[in-house]
């Protein structure tokens, strides 16, 4: 009986955590978490639920209040993540994150991975474009138990924000690890976002 108890408060939790991002706008799931587990007064660690429960409990909190809200939001920041793989094609360009998954809401950014050992001529690409841009970081794990900090250039596109992060040319075939599965990231390349477009 205990666990079927914790199972039930294992689903609770992450039913107020993935309410929580879809209202606050944040994907920080673990401060999500803590939150919706202060609500319910739990202090037991051993019932959290995991990020990738908490990405389906919002997938489904989406669907049913806010899907075709949800519908145009995707769509919206995937044809802007589009025209901004398509300007960064010769980087091999790869679109990452909410916006990729589905999970995406107006307060997300649209993050993209290009691959270049040298980012200073992304500096000078994105210039010449005309793209008024910021420098900035991301902190990516590329293994288990070690993470790096990357450059990224962010812009906004309308109201859309967006992030590149620059790898080197070894991460093209090797994906840092996704924070909520915990598996490599999954990615899509330019023609692959076309296609989500146009279904």
Known sequence: MRHTSDDRIRREIA??????????????????KRKAAQQLG??????????????????EYQSLFHNKEQIQTLRDFRLVAYKTMLLLKKYHPRLVGSVLTGTANQYSEVSIHIFSDEFETISLFLEHQGVPVSICERRL?????????????????????????????????????????????KRASLSDVKKFIES
């Open 141 to 185: 794990r590329v293994e288990k138990n070690n993470s790096i900090y990357f450059t990224a250039f962010k812009f906004i596109a309308g109201e859309i924000n967006i992030v590149i992060v620059v790898l080197p040319f070894v991460y093209l075939k090797n994906a840092p690890i996704d924070p909520i599965t915990e598996q490599a990231m």
């Open 15 to 32: 039913h107020i955590a993935a309410k929580l991002v879809a209202i606050d706008g944040s994907e920080d799931f673990f401060q999500a």
């Open 42 to 59: 739990i202090k037991n660690k051993h019932v959290l639920p995991s990020n990738k429960e908490i990405e389906c409990a919002l997938i």
